[in-house]
């Protein structure tokens, strides 16, 4: 098992280039489930999430049919459709396998789905992916630990479905919905639909396959089904959470960065509190190659932070407010504020495995149920470390980098599932980060 050795105290400066979107790759690769033709996909990230999802998919009898062409452009292809089971072993692995479930009762009528369980960031039900379903017309029951899902007869009917739940819409579920809908008959309407990013990439792929699709990205989306989705070729949009991450690695290490792919426009909130804290985020315009229309989704931005970091109130929420999936590091941050923050997490309220580590870095966090107190201290010290999830081990590789000292973090499988080579990306730019492999057992 893998861990990172990180000599903290050094400055970032440099330019880094932001990957294709990890949460926008996964339902687009499970869409190419609803067409016998090849789905092309550009701009993958090369992430443990993303092989497993490939795993998946070829149990589910959609193959990679350009293996040995450049690794971020990959060719899907559904060929056999003799098994839709989408098993615990590899749902288990990657709470995502469960966005097969639209494409495979949209294409096949029929499915059996793992029932994924919950995870470190809390319980992670899927009753509104459920109730869309079962909107459409289709029929819903478990059978040992698995969802089972079929069509009746007449195939799946148009709806208005309202995907509103107790912490906002769902995003996978939004996906999910919106696939079985697209080869559905007549029109559905999706109320209290999730807003992000990813479901708007997911949108534009599904529409370049044949779909009629309006509104996503926005809290209603109109589907008008058709009775076949075709081939496609699509860009996936730059990760946005994986922007956010480095953007705050500059600032924690009162760095100077560019970023070049960076989808600006989807993260207006995170750098309006960014501005807050002292942090600049601009464009460069010079980055752009001649003769391209400046693209808010794909900017080249350069950021900066003064040696202040300015205390903020910060509460997530679903797009376009401040996501969750940035909570951590700008925990991370904020330790080294001058003064008291406050930070309240409204999507996974026991979000917070990074705090207990964070204080043992010599952070003052008090938690109080869903909010955080955040008490800036002047340094942080480096310490073995660890989390159990994905964006908590970033807030820590943040931390690190920012520590006086030497900090492990360890396990760094749960980075590896959505960062690709994040340790060799920061060297790039000045970070003294190795990966070290540890034997089980031995110091962990
Ligand atoms: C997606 O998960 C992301 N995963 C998560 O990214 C992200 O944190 C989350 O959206 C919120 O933005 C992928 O895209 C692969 P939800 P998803 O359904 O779709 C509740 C990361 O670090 N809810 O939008 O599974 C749920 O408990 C990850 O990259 C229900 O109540 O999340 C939560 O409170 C982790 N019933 C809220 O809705 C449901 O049926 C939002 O969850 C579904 C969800």
């Known amino acids: 098992m893998d861990s990172f050795v990180i000599e903290g105290g050094?400055?970032?400066?440099?330019?880094?280039?932001?990957?294709?979107?990890?949460?926008?790759?996964?339902?687009?690769?499970?869409?190419?489930?609803?067409?016998?033709?090849?789905?092309?996909?550009?701009?993958?990230?090369?992430?443990?999430?993303?092989?497993?999802?490939?795993?998946?998919?070829?149990e589910l009898g959609c193959h990679r049919v350009n293996e040995g062409d450049d690794r971020r452009v990959m060719t899907l292809h559904a060929t056999d459709r003799s098994n839709s089971h989408a098993r615990y072993d590899i749902v288990r692995t990657m709470r995502a396998g469960v966005c097969v479930l639209g494409p495979l009762l949209g294409r096949r009528g029929t499915c059996r789905v793992s029932m994924p369980g919950g995870c470190a960031i809390g319980d992670r039900p899927i009753d509104l992916h459920l109730r869309g379903m079962r909107a459409l017309g289709a029929e819903v029951s478990m059978d040992a630990g698995d969802i089972v899902v079929t069509v009746p007869p007449g195939g799946l009917v148009g709806a208005t479905i309202f995907l509103g739940g107790p912490f906002g819409s769902t995003v996978l579920g939004t996906a999910n919905v919106?696939?079985?809908?697209?080869?559905?008959?007549?029109r559905t309407v999706i109320e209290s639909a999730a807003c992000e990013p990813e479901v708007a990439d997911l949108a534009a792929l599904l529409v370049r396959m044949g779909a009629r699709i309006s509104g996503a990205g926005t809290p209603r989306i109109t589907i008008d089904g058709v009775p076949q989705l075709g081939k496609a070729d699509h860009t996936i949009m730059p990760d946005r959470i994986e922007a956010g991450t480095f953007l705050m690695a500059a600032a924690i290490t009162n760095g100077d960065l560019v970023l070049?792919?960076?989808?600006?426009?989807?993260?207006?909130?995170?750098?309006?509190?960014?501005?807050?804290?002292?942090?600049?985020?601009?464009?460069i315009e010079f980055l752009r190659p001649a003769g391209h229309p400046a693209d808010p989704q794909r900017q080249a931005v350069r950021v900066t932070c003064g040696r202040v970091i300015r205390p903020v109130e910060v509460t997530t929420q679903p797009h376009p407010g401040f996501p969750t999936d940035l909570q951590a590091q700008?925990?991370?941050?904020?330790?080294?504020?001058?003064?008291?923050?406050v930070i309240t997490e409204r999507i996974f309220p026991d979000r917070f495995l990074h705090v207990a580590e964070l204080t043992r870095m010599g952070a003052k966090i008090f938690r109080q149920g869903p909010t955080v107190i955040v008490s800036g201290v002047r340094e942080l010290h480096g310490a073995p470390v660890m989390a159990s999830d994905l964006r908590a081990s970033a807030c820590l590789v943040l931390a690190g980098m920012a520590a006086q000292g030497t900090t492990t973090v360890n396990r760094v499988y749960h980075l590896d599932r959505g960062y690709e080579s994040m340790e060799s990306r920061l060297r790039d730019v000045g970070a003294r980060i190795t990966r070290v492999s540890v034997k089980e057992g031995a110091g962990e």
């Open 178 to 186: 919106m696939c079985a809908a697209a080869v559905a008959r007549g």
């Open 10 to 58: 050094r400055r970032l400066a440099g330019k880094l280039r932001i990957n294709g979107s990890k949460n926008a790759a996964l339902p687009l690769m499970a869409a190419a489930l609803l067409t016998d033709e090849p789905v092309t996909l550009r701009d993958v990230p090369d992430l443990a999430d993303i092989r497993n999802m490939l795993r998946l998919l070829a």
């Open 260 to 283: 070049d792919n960076c989808p600006t426009d989807t993260l207006l909130a995170t750098i309006d509190r960014l501005n807050a804290i002292g942090v600049e985020v601009e464009p």
């Open 330 to 341: 700008l925990v991370a941050l904020l330790t080294l504020a001058d003064g008291n923050s």
